[in-house]
Nanobody, 115 residues
């Protein structure tokens, strides 16, 4: 059974930084595009960053220049470095393949940005 475990969230002030980590229970990311998603209260889950097997990255406009996605296939892991956080970044953050596999969603990690 596939498990995705996200960690690294927390509460930060505007302008702060966090680094999220996601570890998979097996080599499910290998040779696949992987992404970070987020879901704010009352909103649909959205893809904010993705990285291909070759390392090419893409970001939603609202996080470009602030977030950086990376991966380590040897560790079955994907990371999201988030800088210059603002209250609009408050959400639960999840990792998954792109497109997401419905049965693989983990618990996510909460990110709260407020003063």
């Amino acid at each position: 059974q596939v498990q995705l475990v996200e960690s690294g969230g927390g509460s930060v002030q505007p302008g702060g930084s966090l680094r999220l980590s996601c570890v998979a229970s097996g080599s499910i990311f290998r040779f696949r595009t992987v992404g970070w998603y987020r879901q704010a209260p009352g909103e649909q889950r959205e893809l904010v960053a993705r990285i291909t097997m070759s390392g090419s990255t893409d970001y939603t406009d609202s996080v470009k220049g602030r977030f950086t996605i990376s991966r380590d296939d040897a560790k079955n892991a994907v990371y999201l470095r988030m800088n210059s956080l603002n209250p609009e970044d408050t959400a639960v953050y999840y990792c998954n393949r792109v497109p997401g596999v419905n049965t693989w969603w983990g618990q996510g990690t909460q990110v709260t940005v407020s003063s």
